[in-house]
């Protein structure tokens, strides 16, 4: 309405100032008397048309500046001068309202913001490429033991690695170091984001401490793990001592030695037959330790830049092959396909470690079927997700996984397959770890299973 106003206003003026510059030039030498009132009209008019845009100038260029300096209180009186003067006056109060509102609004959003960064347990700490620091917040200080932190440099007198770390880690990633501060130990979880402000990059890093968690998590692992082996050694060891106690018994007379005579053909038969189940046992319990030795003993990963899309297809080979071999013991071969996006994905990694991981958790799908020979499939897929991270992913249309089986599947030992270790799956998550990754499962009876990884 004011810049309707404003254009009409405008508008008024120059078309007086035409009407009297006209009246001039009609009258100019004819009538003496119209042809001064006509120009004596037509420059009071310019005069007044410069004195108000003038006004008006000076009042936008007052206001301007009040909202440069961020100066709110000024304030226009709404019943002096004409309509248009009126009309501009009350618009200008509006906006400054408005304005007023919103540096309010975001004075509270800060301080809120501010309220929440003070109080989280979360270390917050943003830098630019130079690495001086934009902000940090309390609990960085506390976490490290410093008054203030105007240069990431300064973090050097708690560990080089820890600044190290922060300099080279890209947005969208996610660490983890040990650092020691004053005799603790940190188990810091590191996770960074890149933004553009004032046209200079700023990563904005995060610190948790997740120790406490990592040692609650260590101990609930310990007792599962000390519950498999009770369970895998008493199984084992029990048989064994129950028929050696039979067997002793067949030698012995009370507490003497049984006569040579009185050894029947029987005996000797039972005695062998003995043996030979304590034989069975016994190298049962060695492969159960061997087992036990292959999670603990992983070697170390020899990383190079892997083509996914190459990887997959060596997979897919590798698995398809198997079942040509006269060997094959599966019963259903299901279909198997793979789909990268974007195709340049690639990953830092073993790919000879990596593949392990997969061919196993295949095998795993495979003998899942079971005997149903029907549509069976198998998707190998991979991308990034929102944060940038690599997605590996292997889903079946298998018969899946009730809660209580999806919840021990990564406890060393456990398994539901008569001739299974029990490992597999443990070792494919300490391969995945060894990557600085994460490996989940996602099932329910009926509806497959997802098997994710992410770097």
Not at 292 to 312: A, C, D, G, W
């Amino acid at each position: 309405m004011i810049y309707k106003r404003f254009w009409l206003v405008i508008v008024a003026y120059l078309a007086g100032m035409i009407l009297f510059a006209s009246a001039f030039a009609f009258s100019f030498g004819k009538d003496l008397t119209y042809s001064i009132i006509s120009i004596v009209s037509l420059v009071l008019l310019t005069l007044s048309f410069a004195v108000w845009l003038n006004r008006t100038n000076k009042k936008l260029a007052f206001f301007f500046s009040s909202v440069r300096n961020d100066d709110t209180s000024l304030f226009f009186p709404e019943e002096a001068g004409f309509g248009n003067e009126k009309l501009l006056n009350k618009s200008l109060n509006e906006l400054n309202s408005k304005l007023k509102d919103a540096k309010i609004n975001i004075e509270l959003q800060e301080k809120f913001y501010k309220s929440i960064m003070e109080r989280i347990s979360t270390g917050i700490i943003s830098f630019y490429e130079n690495g001086v620091v934009e902000f940090t917040n309390p609990e960085i200080n506390r976490m490290f033991g410093l008054d203030q932190v105007s240069h990431i440099n300064k973090l050097k007198i708690i560990d080089p690695k820890l600044v190290e770390l922060l300099e080279r880690i890209e947005s969208g990633e996610q660490k983890r170091i040990n650092v020691k501060v004053n005799h603790n130990l940190l188990s810091l979880s590191v996770h960074a984001r890149t933004i553009i402000m004032r046209h200079r990059e700023l990563k904005i890093v995060t610190l948790q401490d997740i120790k406490s968690e990592l040692d609650m998590h260590e101990m609930d692992s310990w007792q599962k793990l000390i519950r498999i082996l009770n369970h895998e050694i008493m199984n084992s060891v029990a048989p064994i001592t129950s028929l050696s106690s039979t067997l002793s018994g067949f030698y012995k007379s009370g507490e003497d030695q049984t006569s040579p005579d009185n050894i029947t053909p029987r005996i000797i038969s039972d005695t062998i037959r003995g043996l030979n189940i304590i034989e069975d046992h016994g190298k049962g319990l060695m492969h159960f330790v061997e087992s036990y030795r292959s999670l603990t003993q992983l070697p170390k990963p020899e990383f190079s830049r892997v083509n996914i899309s190459e990887f997959f297809e060596r997979i897919m080979i590798l698995v398809n092959s198997g079942f040509d071999n006269d060997n094959n013991k599966y019963k259903v071969r299901p279909l198997i396909t793979s789909s990268v996006t974007p195709d340049d994905v690639t990953l830092v990694a073993d790919d000879k470690l990596l593949a392990q991981v997969f061919i196993n958790i295949i095998k795993n799908s495979i003998e899942a079927f079971g005997k149903c020979e029907e549509d069976n499939f198998i998707s190998l897929s991979a991308g990034r997700n929102p944060d940038g991270r690599v997605v590996l992913t292997i889903k079946d249309n298998g018969p899946g996984m009730d809660a209580d089986t999806l919840e021990k599947i990564f406890v060393p030992f456990f398994t539901t397959k008569e001739s299974g270790s029990g490992i597999g799956l443990s070792l494919s998550r300490q391969i995945i770890r060894l990557h600085n990754g994460n490996i989940t499962c996602d099932s329910a009876p009926g509806n497959g299973t997802i098997i994710s990884m992410i770097f």
